[in-house]
Structure formats: C-alpha cells, structure tokens
C-alpha cells in the first residue's frame, strides 16, 4: 500500500447495497471475516483511490442500562420497579461486537468515511455512532454522508464526490423514537413477567413489544366488527332488460323486503309484467386518476391484494430484482420522479418485440409521454421497471407475477387518466319503480395495462333515454350484499401502520413473524390477519382493562415526538421527559387493574392446552406434555415441551424455536421418548428426539426406523 494512496471506507446498512456500490466502482475483491463467515468486507482499486465496503446493519450500537435491573419475583412492587426502570440511565453499547472489531482493524488506516445510507434519519444516526467510536478510538477522520434511493451508477459516483455532512439534529430524532421504545418494551415486558408469576399456571409468559400490541389493537378491532355486524338480510328484485338493439342492462328495486311473503308477493307481480318504461335518466362524468407511483407500503399492499404474497416475500423478491437490475428499488418515501429517470428509455425496453408491454409502452410512445408532466423531484424515485426479465429469472413464478405487476403499475402511473360517463337509470315496472346504471368509457386510459382494475363499458347509442320502452327479460329475487367489514389484511396493515408511524415500517415483518411464533395471530391463504382463539382471549382481556396498550397512539406519540426533534420544536431532553410520561400513564392504567388482570390471565392460561401441540404424557407425574412458547428479554422466541401439571411438575425438554412440529408414532430407542418431526419455513424437515435432539447428530440415526405420522 503506497503512501499517496486516498483510503475510503463507505460503511453499509445493507449487503445488497454494498455489493452494487462495489460492483460500480470498479472490480472488487472479497474478504469474509467472522466466526461464521458471515462479515464481507469488499476492496475496489482505482489510484489512487482504495475503496472497502462493509456493510454494519441498521446499528453500530444498542441500548442497555446501565445498571442491572432487579429480577422479577411473586408479589414484588412491580410500581416501584417501573419508575426505577423509567429513571435508570439508558447507555449504548456495541450491537454486533465482530463488526466493531472489523471497524477497530480498519479505522487506523482510513483517510476518510462515507456513510452510505436511506434517504432517511436512519443514516445520519449511523453516522452519530460512528462518531462516538471515532472519540472511543481517538481518531481524527473526515466523515461524509451518501445519501441513496435507487443507486444508479452515475448517482454512487456523484454521492461520493459530494460532501453532506451527517445530521446530528435528525440522529437525535430517530434515538428519541428508538429509546422511547426500547424503554416501553421493557417496562411492559417486566410487568408482564410480575403478573405472570402470581398465575399458577404459567411457564414463560408472552413479552409483547408496543408495536405488536398496536398490531393486535388492529385486529382486534377488525375482528370485533366482523363479529357484532347485525346480519339479518334483506332481499330486492333483480330484473334483467332488453333494448331493441339486444344490449342487457340490469335494474334492481328501490325498495328492499325484509319479509319474504312480501317480495315473494312483487317478484309475482313484476313476473306479470311484458315491457319497463325510461322515467329517468342522469349522467355523471367521472374522472378516475392514474395511480401515484409505486413504494414500498403500496407494493406491499397490491401484492397483498392481487398476488396473494407476504411482506417479507414482497421485500426479499423486490431486493432479488434490484440486485439483478430489473427494477430499481428507493430508500425513501417519497411518491415523486426523479428527474434522473429516464422514461424514454425504459418504455423503449418495454417495446421490445417479445415484451408482453409492446402494444401499451408503443402507444405511450406516440403519445409523446414527457417527464415534466408529472410530479418531479431531484432526490426520489419510487419503484420502476428497468428491463425484462430473462429466461432465468422466469423460472421463479414469485418473480415474474411481481415484476408483471411492476412493469403494469408503471405503464399505468405514466397513461393518462380514466374517463367515463356513469348514467343513472330509472324504469317503471307495473306500480315499482327501480333504478340502475350503466357505463359508457370515453378513454380508458391507465386502466387498459392494470387489469385489476376494470370498468364495465356499454356502447353510447345503446344506452337507454326518458321514455324508452324495455323488454323485460328476466326477473329473480336476490340478496342485498351486507356491507360487513372485510378481514385486516396483510397491506391494509402495512400501510395503516406506515402511516401512523413511518419510523416503523421496516419492524412490521418481523413483528408479525413474533406474533406467529407465540401463537397469538394467524394469517390466511388469502392474506387475512386473524387473532388465534387464545390470542384472541389474551387481547380481549388487556382491551378490557388497559385499552390504552393496544391503541397504535402510543406509537404514533412517539413518532410525532422524533419528528418534533427534528424540525427543531422541542428538545431532546424534553421529548424523552414527556415521553416516559406517557410511558407511566400507561402504565398506571395496566396497574391499577392488576388484580383483575391476573385473574382473567390465569383463566387463559388455564386452559392454555386447548391453544397449544399436545406431545405425549409427562413420564414424571403422568399429566399431558404440550408445547409451551415464550419469548426472553433478548427479544428471541423460544419453545419447549413442558408438563401442565406446573408448578407442581416442572418435566422440560428443548425443541427448535422455528418450524412446524408434526408428533410422529415413533419412540426414540435411545431416549425412549417420542420423536418429533420438524418442518422449517424455507429448509428440509428433520426428526428431533425429545431429550436427545436432532436425530441427524445422532450416532444411532443410521438404526432408526423414523415411522409415520399421526
């Protein structure tokens, strides 16, 4: 290494952005560090510059107190204990101890430091941890922010040649927001565990963090007004007309029938009737916008909605195409072009002769789209397709419904708007009168490359006018739709949550994933978000005492408090002080109906076998042996096989925390206890033997007849 050499290190929160900020700049060698192999460190030579990318994650550093909070034990004074809690002195400490070793090995020889990050607060809070090491580490060095959002080559060369400067005011924000949290979580989790001790029949009790309160809050709801809808049905008549042209326009009563003689009694008389007169007609020109351009929340939610897929599926396949180049993929929230983009271009790829997009990117073309028609700004751009998918990547059916629905979205985004005229028509049946409408689509714009949103359209000189006799073809009795709130759906709750609190939209995955674990929601095949009936008992119970914890305003409170540091209206110190009141308050509101609490709590868990896996009989005491699920302060989800004869019988043996539990016939010959069969999200399944482990890292597997399943 020459003397004259520039060493820049560009520290990443992601890998996939550290190897396209590699792979821009050049040629790049790999080191892989670690204890397992899982720190890559990326080394770029252009003279007299050397580039090392490594990629740290969302944090350099962690909370903690600073001193040891007591442990929790029966009929402590859990009150005192929070103000403790409240109180203590928050310090950071290293999160990922290798990588701020990583960090001490490369620091000594770094000219300077280029923080490449979100167009986000997050960034610049990196950058404030950085800074701290740099004072820890006694060293003097330059440091600089790279802000991105879709990594363009020429915008990495031209972010690391420009000088940003981190923002501390921001970092100050987004520490408000992440300790308020952190502070909140654990006072929860501690008064959690204090009423969990006084139930007898408890092992390992649910810590829940507030945004998963806010997100059983959501459901909760939802599910409450599904469940106390009124459904009697009401029915009206239904009649089917006919013009002299042949076109069929539908009609339905004004009136609707509670009582079945009743519309039993008109169905008969409008049957009687041969011909409906036109005695009104009103017309309404509706002009539908193409949709905003495509982000984060609202990919989540259509692919929710029409694909059928889940957050993480959505992110994981969105980030596989943006490493392959097929789209670009934004670090910010903002629904706006850049004007870096260029449409020209990506609408030529989609002209393509073999592109399925050929007919809708030409006449887009001819049309003369131009980018000053739409909303601009220098530092965005949302989602877009950059080109077509290859044979390879079409394989992956995940993938190519994803990027279809891409290459649509954007197509749509560009088209113009959808124009349509709506005519209300009324006819006169006999004595009733019923009414109708009918749609004529002057230009249907986005709507023609969308088809998930379509509009039914009659030929203009077939609609009917005032006056006009209509041959009655057909006449039936049907039900009115009841208009009963739909189950929560998975992007309906990424967007409600994103909206409330954009601070946390990147958390909501992972949330939900810990709230499956721990068995208190369940999500359909068709992407419906529902509590599981112990859920269902454990939300009910905390909505009837403390309804506070499951409103998503806490959240929100927080947020709006960060936001307040940023823009300079409050403090730091003043947001966290009124932040731990809203903490204690509450608080307060769980506490003072502690007792009722626990006793309803101690009637779930009571019954808490009808929730759980039943595995087999506890060799001890005899009682039955099920699954028990908790989560521990390190925020990890754990489970095992205990007895429900606890206290009195404390039998337990370890299982995996993740994967699907299948009981099998089979007795481990070893062990003598039953042997379970394992089945991971995304690995092979595998035999576990209950006090032995998996039977892969046995030394007996080879004599193991594995059997059959229950």
Same mark, same amino acid.
């Given at each position: 290494m020459s003397n004259d050499d520039i060493n820049t290190l560009i520290i990443t929160d992601n890998e996939n952005v550290a190897v396209q900020i590699a792979s821009t700049l050049g040629h790049y060698n790999r080191d892989v560090f670690g204890r397992n192999q899982s720190i890559n460190l990326y080394t770029v030579r252009r003279s007299p510059h050397i580039y090392r990318v490594l990629n740290v994650g969302s944090h350099l550093m962690k909370y903690s107190y600073s001193g040891s909070l007591p442990r929790i034990k029966k009929d402590m004074d859990i009150a005192l204990d929070t103000k403790k809690a409240l109180k203590m002195q928050v310090r950071k400490v290293e999160h990922n101890h290798e990588i701020v070793q990583m960090l001490r090995f490369l620091l000594p020889n770094t000219d300077r430091i280029v923080i490449a990050s979100k167009n986000d607060p997050y960034g610049d809070l990196v950058g404030v941890e950085m800074k701290y090491l740099l004072k820890k580490y006694r060293l003097d060095i330059p440091m600089f922010r790279m802000n991105y959002n879709t990594l363009y080559e020429d915008e990495i060369r031209d972010s690391l040649n420009s000088i940003n400067v981190i923002n501390d005011i921001k970092a100050d924000g987004i520490e408000v927001y992440s300790l308020l949290n952190y502070k909140s979580s654990t006072v929860l989790s501690r008064l959690f565990t204090a009423m969990g001790r006084d139930i007898q029949n408890s092992i390992g009790y649910i810590n829940i963090n507030p945004v998963q309160m806010a997100i059983c809050g959501l459901v909760y709801n939802r599910m409450n007004e599904i469940s106390q809808f009124?459904?009697?049905?009401?029915?009206?008549?239904?009649? %089917?007309?006919?013009?002299?042209?042949?076109?069929?326009?539908?009609?339905?009563?004004?009136?609707?029938?509670?009582?079945?003689?009743?519309? %039993?009694?008109?169905? +008969?008389?409008?049957?009687?009737?041969?011909?409906?007169?036109?005695?009104?007609?009103?017309?309404?020109?509706?002009? *539908?916008?193409?949709?905003?351009? #495509?982000?984060?929340?609202?990919?989540?939610?259509?692919?929710?909605?029409?694909?059928?897929?889940?957050?993480?599926?959505?992110?994981?396949?969105?980030?596989?195409?943006?490493?392959?180049?097929?789209?670009?993929?934004?670090?910010?929230?903002?629904?706006?072009?850049?004007?870096?983009?260029? +449409?020209?271009?990506?609408?030529?790829?989609?002209?393509?002769?073999?592109?399925?997009?050929?007919?809708?990117?030409?006449?887009?073309?001819?049309?003369?789209?131009?980018?000053?028609?739409?909303?601009?700004?220098?530092?965005?751009?949302?989602?877009?397709?950059?080109?077509?998918?290859?044979?390879?990547?079409?394989?992956?059916? $995940?993938?190519?419904?994803?990027?279809?629905?891409?290459?649509?979205?954007?197509?749509?985004?560009?088209?113009?708007?959808? $124009?349509?005229?709506? %005519?209300?028509?009324?006819?006169?049946?006999?004595?009733?009168?019923?009414?109708?409408?009918?749609?004529? *689509?002057?230009?249907?714009?986005?709507?023609?490359?969308?088809?998930?949103?379509?509009?039914?359209?009659?030929?203009?000189?077939? +609609?009917?006018?005032?006056?006009? %006799?209509?041959?009655?073809?057909?006449?039936?009795?049907?039900?009115?739709?009841?208009?009963?709130?739909?189950?929560?759906?998975?992007?309906?709750?990424?967007?409600?949550?994103?909206?409330?609190?954009?601070?946390?939209?990147?958390?909501?995955?992972?949330?939900?994933?810990?709230? #499956?674990?721990?068995?208190?929601?369940?999500?359909?095949?068709?992407?419906?978000?529902?509590?599981?009936?112990?859920?269902?008992?454990?939300?009910?119970?905390?909505?009837?005492?403390?309804?506070?914890?499951?409103?998503?305003?806490?959240?929100?409170?927080?947020?709006?408090?960060?936001?307040?540091?940023?823009?300079?209206?409050?403090?730091?110190?003043?947001?966290?002080?009124?932040?731990?009141?809203?903490?204690?308050?509450?608080?307060?509101?769980?506490?003072?109906?502690?007792?009722? +609490?626990?006793?309803?709590?101690?009637?779930?868990?009571?019954?808490?076998?009808?929730?759980t896996i039943d595995i087999d009989t506890c060799p001890s005491c005899g009682h039955k042996r099920i699954v028990r699920i908790y989560e521990k302060s390190d925020g990890k989800v754990r489970r095992f096989v205990g007895c429900t004869n606890f206290p009195e019988c404390k039998e337990s043996r370890s299982i995996p925390a993740s994967g699907r539990i299948q009981v099998m016939d089979d007795v481990c010959p070893k062990s003598g206890e039953t042997v379970l069969r394992i089945l991971p999200d995304n690995n092979k399944p595998y035999t576990w033997a209950l006090g032995i482990g998996p039977c892969f890292a046995c030394d007996r597997k080879n004599k193991c007849d594995k059997g059959k399943k229950k």
């Open positions: 009124n459904e009697y049905s009401k029915s009206n008549i239904n009649v %089917t007309l006919r013009n002299s042209n042949d076109a069929i326009f539908n009609v339905s009563s004004k009136m609707e029938y509670s009582d079945k003689d009743e519309s %039993t009694k008109h169905l +008969i008389n409008t049957k009687d009737e041969d011909f409906a007169s036109v005695i009104g007609c009103k017309t309404n020109d509706i002009i *539908v916008p193409p949709p905003k351009p #495509l982000i984060i929340p609202s990919l989540v939610q259509e692919c929710s909605d029409h694909l059928a897929l889940l957050p993480d599926e959505v992110i994981r396949g969105c980030n596989r195409l943006y490493m392959r180049k097929f789209v670009s993929l934004p670090r910010a929230m903002d629904v706006e072009y850049s004007r870096n983009i260029d +449409i020209d271009s990506i609408l030529y790829e989609l002209s393509k002769e073999s592109s399925p997009y050929k007919e809708y990117a030409e006449e887009l073309i001819q049309n003369g789209i131009r980018v000053d028609e739409f909303d601009i700004n220098t530092n965005s751009c949302p989602i877009v397709p950059l080109r077509l998918l290859t044979r390879s990547e079409k394989r992956v059916n $995940k993938l190519v419904r994803m990027h279809d629905l891409i290459c649509r979205y954007f197509l749509a985004s560009i088209s113009g708007p959808l $124009k349509y005229v709506d %005519t209300e028509i009324d006819v006169q049946i006999g004595n009733q009168e019923y009414t109708g409408h009918v749609t004529n *689509v002057i230009d249907h714009g986005w709507s023609q490359c969308y088809p998930w949103y379509n509009v039914d359209s009659c030929i203009e000189s077939n +609609i009917p006018m005032v006056g006009e %006799t209509l041959e009655v073809d057909r006449v039936s009795l049907t039900d009115v739709p009841l208009d009963i709130p739909s189950p929560l759906k998975i992007g309906d709750l990424y967007h409600t949550m994103s909206d409330r609190s954009n601070m946390i939209a990147n958390s909501i995955p992972g949330n939900l994933k810990k709230l #499956l674990d721990n068995n208190i929601i369940q999500i359909s095949h068709r992407q419906n978000i529902t509590l599981t009936p112990f859920g269902w008992d454990f939300v009910k119970c905390i909505n009837d005492f403390a309804p506070a914890l499951l409103s998503s305003q806490t959240i929100g409170f927080f947020n709006k408090l960060g936001q307040d540091v940023m823009n300079g209206k409050v403090s730091k110190g003043s947001a966290l002080k009124q932040g731990e009141n809203i903490i204690q308050m509450v608080f307060d509101s769980i506490y003072s109906n502690k007792k009722m +609490i626990v006793s309803r709590l101690g009637e779930v868990y009571k019954d808490i076998e009808d929730y």
